[in-house]
């Protein structure tokens, strides 16, 4: 893997996972238990856990992963679709 700190979103900023969207959905028990997580602006990045907080973590894993994978193919990597809202004090 690629050091994370080389990884650059098309505007520039630092790729950084926790600054996307997760979706989270409760898989059934047919599909295994816990829950599912997707980060919708990295197409087909997506990780599940036992808990909301597991599947947060490995789909942000995955991430990382999802960009070495997009660079080394020569794709740009897409920034977040939304900024991150501070909370106000």
Do not use: N
């Not at 050091?3 to 979706?23: H, M, Q």
């Amino acid at each position: 893997m690629m050091s994370d700190l080389a990884l650059k979103t098309a505007d520039g900023r630092p790729f950084d996972p926790s600054a996307y969207e997760v979706r989270l959905r409760p898989l059934t028990h047919d599909e295994g238990g816990g829950w599912f997580a997707t980060i919708p602006d990295l197409p087909g990045c997506m990780g599940d856990g036992e808990t909301e907080i597991e599947a947060i973590t490995d789909v942000r894993a995955a991430a990382l992963e999802w960009a070495d994978a997009a660079i080394a193919a020569g794709e740009v990597l897409p920034a977040p679709s939304y900024e991150i809202q501070e909370a106000a004090e």
